[in-house]
């Protein structure tokens, strides 16, 4: 497949034709009388038509036939997606999952929509508040079928196998240790190459922006300039069996047919848009001094509440790094947070716990259940030699931050069968090496 062409910024005006038909926007207005090449003009709206400047989103589509031309919705199987957080009693242990397991596709064939598995989440669909984190775990592309999503906004982190994603607004590729965000509304199939596996954080009735930056500047983090949106790409196709357009609507799946491809809008102007970032791209800040900093300053997006500095969900990540701080403890401390912490594990091994958390795996610390570094973990940092040092080289670890105490589904806690029922052990060898009668601390060796 030749290479993909994006446009890059991030939450920008963007406007884009299918080179098949130049001229295809209108010029001058959103609606003329009659469109170029006679195609439908159709609004998707991201926010509130009286919303600020600032967070108004939309697009115009300008397409062969519009979205409504489709038989009505009718109810589907809900396979493993849920948003009923009291279908098992709360735990506040901490959780650790072995890597989620990919249905064979020799024994069935999966694809992204019957392949996703709601892990966790909180809050409510029809208040529009709150998030779900989903795994999912396929084989197959998704043949004639596609997706939408009423509730919120998808952040996908593939793990496994690369994804081509066909959205409304254009065809995108995607990687592991690259993420995208297809927006609410917006309609999507997926192919996948091989047996896949990734993590979903959706989040309800917010948009993910990128954080503030404060006293860092106008530049870092993850810069706007680095995040790709796909250019207009049509195709004119009719599907004699009938193409199945899958809604998630108030946390359930409904499916209607269509004599046509989805993917039909030949070209689009507008701001609200799906698109993808490689987190390689992602200017790292550390501690240079002394003191191991807080989490946040690895965050890439954030899903705002209505509160102050308090998300709904922060995408964060682990990126490989300099570790060089003098006088200090350099793997994470020891802490009970307030907010939910789920991570994942997208390649190699996470640097405060060796074993027991693998790459498809993940873990749930929830609001203020303790948690640190294993230890085997701390006994060596204690211990270690304070040269500068990488860290993290060719892994990615990332989480799920959420100020939202998350409750864990059936399928989380059972039916996938990859609870690791020993991660408490890890921390069970943590001595005391409390010296009462002397406040110097044992140098390390
Ligand atoms: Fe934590």
């Not at 299918?18 to 006679?38: A, E, F, I, M, W």
């Not at 059936?410 to 408490?424: F, H, I, V």
Request: hydrophobic content about 35%; overall charge neutral; aromatic content about 12%.
């Amino acid at each position: 497949m030749a290479e993909l062409k994006y446009i890059s910024g991030f939450g920008n005006e963007c406007a884009s034709e299918d080179p098949r038909c130049p001229g295809s926007l209108p010029k001058g207005q959103n609606n003329p009388q009659v469109c170029p090449y006679n195609l439908y003009a159709e609004q998707l709206s991201g926010s509130a038509f009286t919303c600020p400047r600032n967070t108004n989103k939309r697009s115009w589509l300008y397409r062969i036939l519009p979205s409504v031309s489709h038989k009505p919705f009718e109810s589907i199987d809900q396979g493993h997606v849920t948003h009923n957080w009291d279908e098992v009693g709360p735990d506040p242990n901490q959780l650790r999952w072995k890597p989620f397991e990919i249905p064979k596709a020799s024994e069935k064939k999966v694809d992204f929509v019957s392949g996703l598995y709601t892990l966790c989440g909180a809050g409510d669909i029809k208040s529009n508040n709150g998030l779900a984190v989903h795994i999912f775990l396929c084989n197959s592309s998704m043949e004639s079928r596609c997706f939408y999503n009423s509730d919120g906004d998808f952040l996908i982190v593939p793990q496994k196998g690369k994804l081509l994603i066909y959205t409304e607004f254009g065809k995108m590729s995607l990687q592991p240790n690259e993420i995208c965000v297809i927006q609410r509304g917006m309609r999507f199939s997926v192919d996948v190459f091989e047996e896949t596996r990734g993590y979903i954080l959706e989040v309800y009735g917010v948009h993910f922006e990128l954080p503030d930056l404060g006293p860092i500047g106008a530049n870092g983090l993850a810069n706007p300039r680095d995040f790709l949106i796909p250019v207009a790409w049509y195709e004119d196709r009719r599907v004699p069996g009938g193409y199945t357009v899958i809604n998630k609507f108030q946390g359930k799946l409904f499916a209607c047919k269509q004599d046509v491809s989805p993917f039909n809008v030949v070209a689009w102007h507008g701001n609200y848009t799906p698109y993808k970032y490689n987190l390689e791209n992602f200017m790292v800040i550390n501690a240079v001094a002394f003191d191991h900093a807080d989490p946040s300053i690895f965050t890439v997006l954030t899903a705002k509440s209505l509160r102050p500095g308090v998300a709904i969900a922060d995408f964060v990540i682990f990126p490989p790094r300099w570790g060089v701080a003098d006088k200090t403890f350099r793997p994470p401390y020891y802490h009970r947070n307030c907010m939910s912490e789920f991570m994942g594990l997208i390649k190699g091994h996470y640097e405060a716990k060796q074993g027991g958390f693998l790459p498809g795996g993940g873990s749930l610390h929830s609001a203020m259940t303790p948690h640190g570094p294993d230890a085997d973990c701390f006994e060596k940092a204690s211990k270690a030699k304070l040269e500068p040092e990488r860290i993290a080289d060719g892994t990615m670890a990332f989480m799920f931050e959420s100020s939202l105490s998350l409750a864990v589904t059936k399928w989380g806690l059972k039916t996938c069968s990859c609870l690791d029922e020993n991660y408490y052990k890890c921390w069970e060898p943590l001595r005391s090496h409390f010296t009462p009668n002397s406040r110097s601390p044992t140098e390390p060796k």
